[in-house]
């Protein structure tokens, strides 16, 4: 093999390892920082992974927020109409944030099948709801509306 062309396929085969590596690594670097969604049904069903970080959505439950008088956790169900997850939160709640409304909750699930969130998201506005959310609901609800009390945007 002339050594010019032996110099350029060792250049070649080098950049092709090199760029391996680099995508490799960029991956591996990623893969803690997915946050996945799952709606209630797929928790309760013990689809969803313990002690990683994922995202919750659907329907704040009616009668099911508990704030604490010591600080400022606050305790409340989420639902999809299939399944409920109990989800605690310690921190300031969105302005929006209320029973019967659309929330999206990004924590970890815990061994015991509560949700410790992180973070906590509302809708923004009347017919605003996540497209995850909006996914997860579809056709449920107590009157057949895809979105709950919203209705279809």
Do not use: D
């Given at each position: 093999m002339h050594p010019i062309r032996k110099q350029r396929l060792t250049i070649a085969l080098l950049v092709v390892l090199l760029?391996?590596?680099?995508v490799g690594l960029v991956g591996y670097a990623l893969r803690g920082n997915i946050n996945l969604f799952y709606p209630p049904a797929d928790i309760v069903?013990?689809?969803a992974p313990m002690d990683r970080p994922?995202?919750?959505?659907?329907?704040?439950?009616?009668g099911s927020i508990v704030r604490s008088g010591q600080d400022l956790t606050t305790h409340f169900d989420v639902t999809d109409y299939d399944g409920t997850v109990r989800v605690s939160y310690t921190g300031i709640l969105p302005d929006l944030f209320a029973e019967g409304e659309g929330v999206v909750a990004s924590g970890r699930l815990s061994a015991d099948g509560s949700f410790s969130a992180t973070e906590v998201l509302a809708k923004h506005d009347e017919n605003y709801m996540p497209p995850e959310v909006a996914e997860a609901l579809e056709g449920k609800g107590p009157d057949n509306r895809p979105y709950g009390k919203g209705g279809k945007s």
């Open positions: 760029s391996s590596a680099a069903a013990g689809k994922i995202r919750v959505g659907g329907m704040v439950v009616e």
